[in-house]
């Protein structure tokens, strides 16, 4: 008998107990419905991530670009175009030739071969100053070769004169668009020039490669039809004049360790 009325209390209390567990469940899982995302933020949510899977693809998918400046011949193109353009030797070079991507293209690096002045210290300066300014930028690669003084004799009236070559850029230039090319560091090649010295390293990659792309962009003032002839796509730059102007370093730029360089007096 006392053992019945153990069982018969237990049951009791069980019995009391079970409605305030499903009292206690029910609004658990009240709240946790509340949680829930309503069928709109999940159609949104979806959609988010729809999109960004297709910009991630969209960047993946970019061409990787070289651009490879003949610093002698893209500075002389400024030069000849007249004061217009002489005002824009202070150029964000990095900058400028990333506003001349298209939209599937992606700059990896600029490559600019050039050589310091010799018997003109001011322009020696001015361009120390243009390519510290310049080599802030990671994707800035400066590669300076060498003048090489040489005389001359006129012929018929027996003037006599000296004159500047620059010496080994071209060679540079030329082994850097094939070192990369070979090495399938990117998908285009593009080279800011008007020398016709050019043509037998872009033959030398449409011969090895013919599907890879190489460009010409031409500088202000220079025409070369016979190194366009060999490439595949040709821009004149003379006609983006507004994208030189928007890519304009500022007048004072500084450097890591403090020092403050100044746009060229004589460049404004």
Known sequence: MPENLEVSGKLLIFAAVIPLVCKLLGSVVKEQLKNLPRSDEICRSSSLRKEALFKFNNMETKKQVIVYVDGYNFYYGLKNGGPKWKRLYWLDIVKFFERMMLPDQELLEVNYYSAVPLDDQQAADNQDVLFSANLLNPKFKLHLGRYKKKKFKCQNCGFKN???????????????????????????????????????????????????????????????????????????????????????????????????????????
Request: hydrophobic letters at 40%; charged letters at 25%; a negative charge.
């Open 162 to 268: 000296k004159t500047y070559e620059e010496k080994e850029s071209d060679v540079r230039v030329a082994t850097g668009m094939l070192t990369d090319m070979f090495t399938k560091r990117c998908d285009i090649t593009i080279i800011v020039s008007a020398d016709s010295d050019m043509i037998p390293s872009v033959e030398i990659i449409k011969g090895f490669a013919p599907e890879h792309p190489v460009h010409i962009f031409v500088p202000p003032s220079q025409n070369s039809y016979a190194l366009a002839s060999k490439c595949d796509h040709v821009v004149w730059l003379e006609r983006y004049r507004a994208r030189f102007v928007q890519s304009m370093l500022p007048e004072d730029v500084t450097l890591a360790n403090g020092h403050i360089l100044h746009r060229p007096e004589n460049w404004k």
